[in-house]
T-cell receptor, first 113, second 114 residues
Framework: DQQVKQNSPSLSVQEGRISILNCDYT??????FLWYKKYPAEGPTFLIS?????DKNEDGRFTVFLNKSAKHLSLHIVPSQPGDSAVYFC????????????FGTGTRLTVIP | NAGVTQTPKFRILKIGQSMTLQCTQDMNHNYMYWYRQDPGMGLKLIYY???????DKGEVPNGYNVSRSTTEDFPLRLELAAPSQTSVYFCASKYGNSRNQPQHFGDGTRLSIL
């Protein structure tokens, strides 16, 4: 049962425009969310995170928004750059046990020059 | 600074063979993890360890074993390889239980069982 869902397998955006990647979750115990970025033949690298006590977290060109009532979060990248082309994974954890992560299936972002 | 190192990068196994996927980290992280990623799917946790001598099952532990005799190393063992274990395997580590500390991943081992 996929507890974290990324319903868009792929997204194409023009360079300089905004990229919006979406993520939904079903487990109401999740209270910490992360986005990872993955290039081919490499491991995922941490991008940005947000705790459920916030509804927004910003780091440079990257902003994550959290809507707890809708169990939805989104990653905004502004402006998008060709180097942002990668697969983006959403992940979530609950404050239980070892705080293990549950990952979504990923969205492949292509930024067109 | 090497970070998380996984070996080998690629391997082809025959059904029924066994092998060990190696993972080592040089960041003195106490938490370590093994994930598998099947095509078009997210990463699923196989096993994790919160410190030397301590391991526990994740979502998909069947067919795998782990050990953690040192802080640095966390090998993953496949005893009887099956086609369903064809996947990309990622090892990760992090410092402590704080969720502000993200997991750091290796570059993966691509394993095919034929």
């Amino acid at each position: 049962d996929q507890q974290v869902k990324q319903n868009s397998p792929s997204l194409s955006v023009q360079e300089g425009r905004i990229s919006i990647l979406n993520c939904d979750y079903t487990n109401s115990m999740f209270d910490y969310f992360l986005w990872y970025k993955k290039y081919p033949a490499e491991g995922p690298t941490f991008l940005i995170s947000i705790s459920s006590i916030k509804d927004k977290n910003e780091d440079g060109r990257f902003t994550v928004f959290l809507n707890k009532s809708a169990k939805h979060l989104s990653l905004h990248i502004v402006p998008s750059q060709p180097g942002d082309s990668a697969v983006y994974f959403c992940a979530a954890s609950a404050r239980t046990g070892a705080n293990n992560l549950f990952f979504g299936t990923g969205t492949r972002l292509t930024v067109i020059p | 600074n090497a970070g998380v190192t996984q070996t080998p990068k690629f391997r082809i196994l025959k059904i029924g063979q066994s092998m060990t996927l190696q993972c080592t980290q040089d960041m003195n992280h106490n938490y370590m993890y093994w994930y598998r990623q099947d095509p078009g799917m997210g990463l699923k946790l196989i096993y994790y360890s919160v410190g030397a001598g301590i391991t526990d099952k994740g979502e998909v532990p069947n067919g795998y074993n782990v050990s953690r005799s040192t802080t640095e190393d966390f090998p993953l063992r496949l005893e009887l390889a099956a086609p369903s274990q064809t996947s990309v395997y990622f090892c990760a580590s992090k410092y402590g239980n704080s969720r502000n500390q993200p997991q750091h991943f290796g570059d993966g081992t691509r394993l095919s069982i034929l």
